[in-house]
Structure formats: C-alpha cells, structure tokens
C-alpha cells in the first residue's frame, strides 16, 4: 500500500461518517424543509461510491453484504403501501396522518406516516444507484 492510499483511506473513512451522518439529518428534516428519502438516499450512496473509489468494490461488499436489487424492493413495496393506505381508511390518497409522542430523549415529538414513506423512497433510490454503479464498476 502506497502513502497515498493510507491517507486517501484514512481522510475517506472520516468523511464518511460526515456523509453519513448528513444524510440522516437530511432525511428526517425533509418532511419540515427540502430533503427526505431522496436527497438523503443520494448522499448514502455518495458516502459508499467514496468508500468504493478510497477502498475496492470487493472490500466495500465484504464491509456492506447487501443485495441491494431487495432493499429496492422492500423501498418500493413501503413506500406504495404506506401511499395506499389512505385507500384502507377511505382518505385521499396520499393523506398522511401524524401525531405527537413523548419520547425518551427527544420529548414531545411528531411522528408522521411520510415518515414510512420517505423511508420506501430511501431504500429505492440507494438500491437503485448502488445497483447501477456495481454494474458499471464491474464491468471490465
């Protein structure tokens, strides 16, 4: 290993986390202000398309074994059932129900079904990206 690499490794390990960790204030911010599902899905995966350029793709597969053609799966089935239900109570579709709770640590807090659904957008879109950047990255 080349001291370039150690330091491209050691700086990308770093700014993960920070990508990371953006990702999910985005992503629970996103129902109040721009953000959600798909901005923070798309700041994930930029987060391991770094580690894949800093590291290899075999060594980001054995760190992160996922399939992500089923995480795009579960993604789409959350976030059409979590749309549907509004059928189930006889509400327009797309109605969201909300209400608050005192949770340990966070106190009074909302908590919204676009919650559920944000979360469905997440899963599709960095199973979707991450699928299209292995099938390029693999191709040789």
């Known amino acids: 290993m080349r001291t370039n690499d150690v330091m491209l490794q050691t700086a990308t390990k770093v700014v993960t986390f ?30 391991i398309v770094l580690l894949m350029l800093a590291f290899d793709i075999e060594t980001v597969k054995k760190i992160l074994p996922i399939n992500y053609l089923t995480m795009t799966a579960v993604g789409l089935l959350l976030a059409l059932a979590t749309a549907s239900a509004s059928i189930v109570f006889d509400v327009p579709f797309f109605t969201h129900a909300y209400d608050y709770f005192d ?38």
């Open 18 to 47: 920070i990508i990371l960790m953006f990702s999910v204030h985005i992503f629970f911010t996103g129902h109040y202000t721009p953000g959600g599902g798909f901005v923070g899905g798309l700041l994930t995966t930029s987060a």
């Open 103 to 140: 949770l340990p640590l966070f106190g009074n807090t909302s908590l919204h079904s676009a919650l559920l659904f944000d979360t469905g957008v997440y899963l599709v879109v960095v199973g979707v990206t991450m699928t299209i950047i292995q099938t390029i990255g693999e191709d040789e």
